[in-house]
T-cell receptor, first 114, second 112 residues
């Protein structure tokens, strides 16, 4: 597609349930990023994929969070046993190769845990 | 490790007056630096980026930023604010092969 695509755009889930958020990066982009933005706050880095290198998982807040990427395409962010503090917008972004190229963001997946 | 500090959480200006949003970075190596804007309930939009070319970078909507290595700064400016500039602004830093790290953001308010 023309831009970074994320789904679902909105998700309401019950506390304790697992959720999966999907990101389709721009075709040909080897670098993919996940961020979390809580209401009224800045962007919190979660995880970074670059080509075939081991992902940088240093931003994942707990072991309930995990992400995978299939080759250089789709990525899925999984949150297990969701908690109310997980409520946020989850933003995915991609860039050509992570070396200073422009990083393009998706519209985000709004997650509400009730 | 790299980090980004936005020195002001909130900046208020009058329409037609200059805008200055301050950003300092910390990086072991020469980073690429970015400014993004986020309007309410909208996605992030790139304003401009610095990638070791000209130190004065011009972006969209009349914004520009100057990379000053000696001051480790990358402040965003605009000569004359417009009401439509009211938004959240994020400074970000990216070393080659690492994640893009954001500052906490600056809310720009523009009054008539």
């Amino acid at each position: 597609g023309a831009g970074v695509s994320q789904s679902p755009s909105n998700k309401v889930t019950e506390k304790g349930k697992d959720v999966e958020l999907r990101c389709d990066p721009i075709s040909g982009h080897t670098a993919l990023y996940w961020y979390r933005q809580r209401l009224g706050q800045g962007l919190e880095f979660l995880i970074y994929f670059q080509g075939n290198s081991a992902p940088d998982k240093s931003g994942l807040p707990s072991d309930r969070f995990s992400a995978e990427r299939t080759g250089e395409s789709v990525s899925t962010l999984t949150i297990q046993r969701t908690q109310q503090e997980d409520s946020a917008v989850y933003l995915c972004a991609s860039s050509l190769d992570g070396n200073g190229n422009t990083i393009y963001f998706g519209e985000g997946s709004w997650l509400t845990v009730v | 490790a790299q980090s980004v500090t936005q020195l002001d959480s909130h900046v208020s200006v009058s329409e037609g007056t200059p805008v200055l949003l301050r950003c300092n970075y910390s990086s072991s190596y020469s980073p690429s630096l970015f400014w993004y804007v986020q309007h309410p309930n909208k996605g992030l939009q790139l304003l401009l980026k610095y990638t070791s070319a000209a130190t004065l970078v011009k972006g969209i909507n009349g914004f520009e930023a100057e990379f000053k290595k000696s001051e480790t700064s990358f402040h965003l400016t605009k000569p004359s604010a417009h009401m439509s500039d009211a938004a959240e602004y994020f400074c970000a830093s990216n070393q080659a092969g690492t994640a893009l790290i954001f500052g906490k953001g600056t809310t720009l308010s523009v009054s008539s």
